[in-house]
Nanobody, 124 residues
Framework: QVQLVESGGGLVQAGGSLRLSCAASGGTFSSYNMGWFRQAPGKEREFVAAVSRSGGSTYYEDSVKGRFTISRDNAKNTVYLQMNSLKPEDTAVYYC?????????????????WGQGTQVTVSS
């Protein structure tokens, strides 16, 4: 099991940027594929982005392609989500998650460990 703690959320105007961080402890960080998910009030949790164990492969939900960048620093046991050109519809609680499955997945059930979430609010 790995413990995950997100940070970096906050309030930003539309068009602005935020960088989320997810610090991991316990386990071996480089053994996990990592993902970011988000959940808006009254909506289901949805996939945002994922990165492979080495950081060499990344995947994004269509609505964030070209705006968000997922990356990881295995020396710091941290995964990041750089969010640019933010839109009000990006408002949600953002969660990082860790998966021990072989391949990178967009499915929440493939992730066994989750952080507590950090709130991102984008105003018009």
């Amino acid at each position: 099991q790995v413990q995950l703690v997100e940070s970096g959320g906050g309030l930003v105007q539309a068009g602005g940027s935020l960088r989320l961080s997810c610090a991991a402890s316990g386990g071996t960080f480089s053994s996990y594929n990592m993902g970011w998910f988000r959940q808006a009030p009254g909506k289901e949790r949805e996939f945002v982005a994922a990165v492979s164990r080495s950081g060499g492969s990344t995947y994004y939900e269509d609505s964030v392609k070209g705006r968000f960048t997922i990356s990881r620093d295995n020396a710091k046991n941290t995964v990041y989500l750089q969010m640019n050109s933010l839109k009000p519809e990006d408002t949600a609680v953002y969660y990082c998650a860790a998966s021990r499955r072989l391949g990178v997945s967009r499915l929440g059930h493939d992730y066994g460990d989750w952080g507590q979430g950090t709130q991102v609010t984008v105003s018009s």
